[in-house]
C-alpha cells in the first residue's frame, strides 16, 4: 500500500559523494522497517542498509561492502528516508532501489518488504 518514490541517483566520479531520497506517500514510514537494495546488470539485488521502525529502538544495519562509507536515515515529519554515500567507488554503479516493510527475518532478503520505490540510477566513473 502507499508509493515510494525515488530521486538523487547521477553520474559521480570515484570517490565522490551523493545523497538519494525516498519519499513515502500513502501510509506512515516511521512505523515500517526502511531498507536500501541495489542491482547491477548480471548480478542479484543486494541489500546494502536497513533501519528498525521508529517505535522499535531504530537500529541500523550495513552490508560490509558499504559499511562505514554509506548512512541510512530517515525525516519521520517528512515521512522520507535517506541513503547518504560517500566515498563513493566504480563497483557501487547500479540501480539503488528503497523499500519499507515488517521484516521478521533476515533484512536483506527482498520478499520481506511490501513497498518499492521504482528505482534511481547511480553510476560512478571518471
Known amino acids: 500500500q502507499g508509493q515510494l518514490v525515488e530521486s538523487g541517483g547521477d553520474l559521480v566520479q570515484p570517490g565522490g559523494s551523493l545523497r538519494l531520497s525516498c519519499a513515502a506517500s500513502?501510509?506512515?514510514?516511521?512505523?515500517?522497517?526502511i531498507a536500501w537494495f541495489r542491482q547491477a546488470p548480471g548480478k542479484e539485488r543486494e541489500g546494502i542498509s536497513y533501519?528498525?521502525?521508529?517505535?522499535?529502538?531504530?537500529?541500523?544495519y550495513y552490508s560490509d561492502s558499504v559499511k562505514g562509507r554509506f548512512t541510512i536515515s530517515r525525516d519521520n515529519a517528512k515521512n522520507t528516508m535517506y541513503l547518504q554515500m560517500d566515498s563513493l567507488k566504480p563497483e557501487g554503479t547500479a540501480a539503488y532501489l528503497c523499500?519499507?516493510?515488517?521484516?521478521?527475518?533476515?533484512?536483506?532478503?527482498?520478499?520481506?518488504?511490501?513497498?518499492w520505490g521504482q528505482g534511481t540510477q547511480v553510476t560512478v566513473s571518471s
Open positions: 523499500a519499507a516493510g515488517v521484516v521478521s527475518g533476515s533484512w536483506y532478503k527482498s520478499r520481506g518488504y511490501a513497498s
Open positions: 500513502g501510509f506512515t514510514l516511521a512505523d515500517y522497517d
Open positions: 533501519m528498525k521502525n521508529s517505535i522499535s529502538d531504530s537500529s541500523t
